[in-house]
């Protein structure tokens, strides 16, 4: 449909269809059984026309309820104006892939994009239009439970998958191509930085770290093209997002030159009251219109105030009608006004979890799994030893991880069922082992099938709903139990291989004896044969930490790109009066960018080709990377920055530039980088992004802690 026409259109509505356009309510009000709407309906104080004309529905999928739903809303609707069907397709639809956090660790942005265009396809073939994905929220507390569906605590990092995220949702042509489906990044803004790691707390920073650290995930996403932004929960400088103006007016809309559609989060709008800066319904949706705020998630204060608020000048229609015209131009981006039903087909079954999905699903998931603990080479394992395969996890299917909503437990592979392609000499239990509370029996089998075995794989790990929303943890330990039955086998077999599954990153304090760890997060539909995969070697490890492991709960927030303090620990370690703890270091168990591999890789002759920077050249920087064992495996180089002298304070260092090698055993290369003026930019206090000459170290190495410095200078 032609722009004009689109506009005619929102002339031709009534004031109460308008505002029904803004309205968005769950799947159940579509529901064909009369009993599970007529409860909420009267709840919420909702008529039917209201739910005819709702502009948007949430959670709804299926080929054919998708079809119904949009025929019967079409003849009912006047203008024939079509519903737009979202969901939150976070990791995968059916096919689940590793969660967020774990795609992180992956460091490859090319895996990230296929995830998300096979989450796409099946998505759009069971009829979705739009996806609540990607959240790019900064994330440093791992208290907070979703901390499992961000990329970690890197802006650049965040930012370049949250480009790669759209891209695969997205593709380039969402009007024609019937399997992508529109992303909505979210969570506006700074959502991760909840106080003390309770979920929706408090957010308070300055609006120079805002800029800095937390809004380039969500820029790079609308840069990338994403068609929607969801406000979040919390604060921003003491004004609830979904009722701050400066946020969504000033800087999204006018700074950002962004035109697509602003949703609330699910309830938010109502919320304002809660926060305490409206007085009832009436006031937060003026709040919330006046803020930019286009649809209403799954409450009613517009459907309620909005038409009253502009009939007694209170609000301004064409706040309104801007509104409802994004929406609509937003339906037409997809080709909905032509194609109502969209990519929605009955042979959606043939697309979802098909088998080059879940191979797609497993390879991705092994690139997502980090080792961080390898003693003496005590893995890869060998077919012929016997492994005994114990704990919560070794037979469990709870390895999706939150929000995996049409994710099936029982089409996921355990680690058991893996590890069976790999070996005949498994020994493995009968008994239920509970996460938290195993029987005496389990705990005893279990310590006596280690007892048997050349080596042990004890599976522990958190439960699926211990992360995700809602699910902040003050304690970010494994359970007690585990713990326990890991001091019961190390007792008789000290040949221990500890793999996680758990959606955050944890204090591993308790099982510092473990030869091997393996950080297998929440893996997906194929975490079994991945992990397996990689116990048994047929995968040489390759991902890196996104997130600090902190030493203990007590550092957090703890993050590698910290800014330097006044009294330095590095600078006088001995000195009492220096920035440190009394009864732990500062420093990260695993820190960001770390992660093993099977093969061995050296790092030489860090040099640069001018030691002179300005503004119309650049630096090369090159480093021999060495792989000094006989096997294959890639490395990720990682290139880190710091301005020596700033006008405002700078981190320690800052991930600029990554690249992902492929190294033959014994085999060397040269692997250079280009440092320009552009990648050190920051945020000064007036909120200019520029960069200051003088002296900055550039830091090449596998890690953000192990690392080679060179200097230079810029010059301007
Ligand atoms: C979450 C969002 C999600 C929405 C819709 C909210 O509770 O914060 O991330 O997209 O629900 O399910
Ligand atoms: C402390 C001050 C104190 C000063 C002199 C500093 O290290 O931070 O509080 O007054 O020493 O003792």
Redesign the pocket.
């Known amino acids: 449909m032609e722009q004009a026409k689109l506009t005619a259109l929102v002339q031709e509505m009534t004031l109460a269809e308008k505002v029904d356009q803004l309205l968005q309510l769950a799947a159940d009000f579509y529901s064909q059984a009369a009993e599970e709407k007529t409860g909420p309906m009267t709840e919420m104080g909702l008529k039917d026309e209201n739910i005819q004309n709702a502009g948007t529905i ?2 709804l999928a299926g080929a054919s309820e998708a079809k119904r739903i949009q025929k019967e809303y079409m003849e009912k609707n006047r203008l024939g104006i079509p519903t737009l069907l979202m969901a ?1 397709i976070i990791h995968g639809f059916r096919t689940i892939f590793p969660i967020p956090l774990a795609l992180g660790s992956s460091w490859d942005l090319a895996a990230a994009e296929e995830m998300a265009q096979i989450s796409a396809k099946e998505a759009a073939v069971s009829g979705l239009h739009v996806t ?1 994905s990607p ?1 790019v929220d900064l994330v440093r507390d791992p208290r907070w439970g979703r901390v499992m ?1 961000s990329t970690g605590e890197d802006p650049y990092l965040n930012a370049r998958f949250a480009e790669s995220f759209v891209k695969g949702y997205q593709g380039d042509d969402l009007k024609n191509d019937f399997t992508r489906v529109a992303a909505c990044v ?2 506006f803004a700074a959502y991760g930085a909840a106080l003390a790691g309770r979920d929706y707390n408090t957010v308070n920073m300055s609006e120079r770290q805002l800029r800095e650290s937390y809004l380039p995930g969500y820029k790079a996403a609308l840069d990338a093209g994403a068609k929607l932004v ?1 406000t979040s ?1 919390n604060t921003v400088d003491g004004i609830p997002a979904t009722g701050n103006k400066w946020l969504f007016r000033d800087v999204l809309r006018q700074e950002y030159d962004f035109d697509g559609v602003v949703i609330s ?2 309830g938010a709008v109502k919320e304002l009251i809660f926060h305490g800066v409206a007085a009832d319904e009436k006031q937060a949706a003026q709040l919330a219109i006046e803020a930019g705020v286009d649809i209403e ?1 799954m409450t009613t204060c517009y459907t309620h105030y909005l038409a009253e608020l502009i009939e007694e000048g209170s609000v301004d229609e064409a706040l309104l009608d801007e509104a409802v015209l994004r929406i609509l131009e937003l339906k037409n981006d997809l080709g909905l006004f032509e194609n109502p039903y969209r990519g929605a087909s009955v042979e959606d079954e043939k697309v979802i979890l098909s088998p080059e999905h879940r191979q797609a699903a497993r390879e991705i998931a092994q690139k997502s799994i980090v080792l961080l603990k390898n003693k003496a080479d005590i893995l890869p394992l060998n077919s012929e030893e016997t492994v005994a395969i114990i704990g919560p996890a070794a037979a469990s299917h709870d390895v999706l991880g939150a929000w995996s909503w049409q994710g099936k437990m029982e089409e996921a592979v355990s680690l058991l069922e893996g590890a069976q392609a790999y070996s005949s000499h498994l020994l493995v239990g009968k008994e239920e082992f509970d996460y938290f509370a195993p029987s005496q029996k389990a705990v005893a089998e279990a310590v006596s099938l280690a007892q048997k075995a050349d080596k042990v794989v004890l599976a522990l790990g958190e439960a699926e709903w211990m992360s995700g ?1 809602a699910a902040s943890r003050s304690d970010i330990t494994l359970p007690k139990a585990q713990i326990a039955l890991f001091e019961a086998v190390k007792a008789v077999n000290p040949n221990i291989i500890v793999t996680l599954y758990n959606g955050r990153p944890l204090d591993l304090n308790g099982i510092d004896e473990a030869k091997a760890i393996v950080e297998a997060w929440f893996a997906g539909t194929e975490a079994g044969n991945a992990l397996a995969d990689i116990l048994w070697g047929a995968f040489n490890p390759t991902a890196r930490l996104s997130m600090s492991f902190p030493e203990s709960v007590g550092q957090v927030p703890i993050f590698y790109n910290c800014d330097s303090t006044g009294r330095p620990y590095e600078s006088a370690p001995n000195e009492k009066y220096v920035s440190k703890y009394l009864d732990v270091s500062n420093y990260a168990k695993y820190p960001f960018g770390f992660g093993l591999s099977y093969s061995q890789f050296s790092y030489q002759d860090v040099v640069i080709d001018q030691t002179e920077l300005t503004p119309e050249n650049q630096i090369l920087l090159t480093v021999t990377i060495t792989n000094e064992s006989e096997q294959t495996g890639k490395e990720t180089v990682q290139l880190y920055i710091q301005d020596l002298v700033g006008q405002v304070v700078r981190p320690i260092k800052e991930l600029k530039a990554f690249q992902q090698v492929v190294l033959a055993g014994k085999e060397s290369r040269k692997v250079s980088f280009a440092i320009t003026e552009e990648m050190l930019r920051y945020v000064h206090q007036d909120q200019r992004t520029i960069s200051d000459a003088g002296a900055f170290l550039a830091m090449v190495g596998p890690n953000s802690r192990d690392l080679t410095a060179v200097t230079f200078n810029l010059v301007k």
């Open positions: 949430l959670g939150d609540f959240m569906e979210k969570h969801m929960f989060d699910w998630m929303e």
